[in-house]
């Protein structure tokens, strides 16, 4: 089993949530839960309560999405790895939600984790005035 955590400071990990159950369904999206930090808040009060569900839960795979590479949130739940069922992802995006969601075994290791984080890289793209006009002719 696995349980999918996003992660962020304000309330982006609760949009993402609401993105993905207006993409892929409420089904899929059912057991992920968020966590959202707020000023005043301490992510270490999050993640001690998250180390009692994983020292309990030795069986489940913890996936955490966080936000910011580095951040307090991340920095927090990054401590969670010392398990061997916590895996941490940073630069959380729609990509990397919907990949660990839709197309990822349930456990993830070190060659799921390479394909996982290209994929999200590969999501991400630029586009200017004059692009445009040299993708519509690659299409054609």
Known sequence: ??????????????GLLNSLRMIIGEELT???ETYCLFPGENPNDFMNKLKERIATNPQMEFVIL???????????????CVHHNVKVFSGMNMNLAMDILLS????????????????AQDG?????AGDLKAE?????
């Open 104 to 119: 990822c075994p349930q456990v993830i290791d070190a060659q799921v984790k390479d394909s996982i984080v290209k994929n």
């Open 136 to 140: 519509e002719d690659d299409e054609f």
């Open 30 to 32: 059912q057991d992920v």
């Open 66 to 80: 966080c936000d910011i590479k580095g951040g307090s949130v991340h920095t927090a739940l990054s401590q969670l």
């Open 1 to 14: 089993m696995r349980q999918v955590i996003l992660a962020s400071h304000g309330k982006l990990a609760e």
């Open 124 to 128: 991400i793209t630029f586009l200017a």
